[in-house]
């Protein structure tokens, strides 16, 4: 250190006067604190003796109607048992994320969420065999002994029943026929009330026009939310009359189950979300079936024109994909088809090449009428070349 330096330089920082603070937020030590503190709930009373009354004579009279002796003992046992605290604080119903979406005392096994209960492993029995004709003639006989001769016709008939029902098929443990174990999962029940796995449509407020659609083609609403509807065209058209140039919205719209039905439906309307679903409603009611070979592409090679656009979609091999335009694209995955070439000459409008590929893969030659023009008979050679491994 330099010497010479003046001494006022070496105690500068201990002389330095402490600048003010110009942050808007308080120190530390003047932060107050919180106005309302938290509160347990033995604080606010919550957890009291005199919330946990014991049961009056008159609740165990309505108790005993329900439950046995043993049941409601169960019960008190357990509820001294379970501190009053944790049903104060968690005896709540619960609304997070994780919470169950109904309420369930836990009583019914569900087969789908809960383990199931299975026979015991003692009902098998490994020399059981099915009875031979022999051994049923002799069961049915013996029946026919045993059975009194002045019963009337419904109690006779009621009795034959009841030995179809109850006649053992086996030879062997009764358990093992009746009540066989088994270590697979059991079926998974069909939910067959439409209104488990669809809303209400009421309730979301679907078009009301959708029903005269589904009274026309037969579709279900379950089936036309399966739908794959694409919009491809959407513009605005004006129209040019007397009281002026009148505007609207104008969709092409494509719709297809994805298993070889399509159709194209054209919408008009002053606001775009009613051309759309004017559209949709006309591209379900056209829906036609289109031949696919395979499931994944067309028969040889087609050719259509609609004004001044032409297509020409050929099939292709497995694993070459869809390889055309956008819009005959989207109608492709409409329909199912997986593998196809397309190409489009002169002109590219929109409307005119859905037009064009939607005829043309109506307009498709099957092998089966070229053979029925020729007064010939169609044979599957794959089946005798390639043992029908193709």
């Not at 944790?86 to 709540?92: F, H, K, P, R, V």
């Not at 696919?292 to 259509?304: D, L, N, P």
């Not at 994909?321 to 329909?335: L, P, S």
């Not at 929109?350 to 099957?366: E, G």
């Amino acid at each position: 250190m330099n010497i010479s330096r003046p001494a006022r330089c070496l105690f500068c920082r201990a002389s330095a006067v402490r600048h003010r603070s110009i942050h808007s937020t308080p120190a530390n030590a003047a932060r107050r604190k919180a106005p309302n503190p938290s509160i347990s709930a033995k604080e606010m009373g919550l957890v009291t003796a005199s919330r946990l009354k014991p049961y009056t004579p008159q609740e165990k009279e309505v108790l005993a109607k329900k439950y046995t002796p043993s049941q409601i003992q169960a019960l008190e046992l357990g509820e001294a048992v379970v501190s009053s605290e944790d049903l104060a604080t968690q005896g709540a119903l619960r609304s997070d994320p994780m919470a169950l979406d109904y309420l369930d005392d836990f009583a019914t096994i569900r087969p789908v969420i809960d383990k199931p209960i299975r026979n015991p492993e003692s009902n098998y029995d490994p020399d059981m065999r099915l009875k031979d004709d022999d051994e049923v003639a002799g069961d049915l006989a013996r029946f026919v002994q045993e059975f009194p001769d002045d019963l009337p016709e419904d109690q006779a008939r009621l009795q034959w029943m009841k030995f179809l029902d109850n006649m053992r098929m086996t030879v062997g443990k009764e358990e093992a026929e009746r009540a066989p174990t088994s270590y697979l999962a059991p079926a998974i029940p069909k939910l067959n009330d439409p209104k488990t796995t669809y809303p209400e449509t009421e309730k979301y407020g679907e078009d009301p026009l959708m029903k005269g659609v589904y009274a026309a083609t037969g579709f279900s609403p379950q089936e036309v939310r399966r739908f794959r509807v694409k919009n491809l065209v959407h513009h605005r058209v004006v129209n040019q009359t007397r009281m002026g140039k009148r505007q609207s919205q104008y969709c092409l719209t494509v719709a297809g189950d994805g298993h070889g039905l399509l159709g194209l439906g054209e919408g008009k309307a002053e606001e775009p979300e009613d051309a759309k679903r004017q559209a949709h409603r006309a591209a379900i009611r056209n829906m036609q079936p289109i031949a696919r070979y395979e499931e994944r592409t067309i028969f040889g090679e087609v050719e259509a024109k609609v004004g001044a656009a032409v297509v020409t979609i050929s099939s292709r091999p497995p694993g070459f994909g869809v390889r055309c335009q956008q819009y005959i694209f989207e109608m492709c995955r409409c329909a199912g088809i997986s593998d196809l070439a397309a190409r489009v000459t002169r002109s590219r409008n929109p409307m005119n090449v859905a037009k064009a590929t939607f005829q043309a893969l109506k307009s498709q030659r099957l092998p089966e009428d070229i053979a029925r023009a020729r007064g010939r008979k169609l044979v599957d050679v794959r089946k005798v070349y390639y043992g029908g491994n193709v």
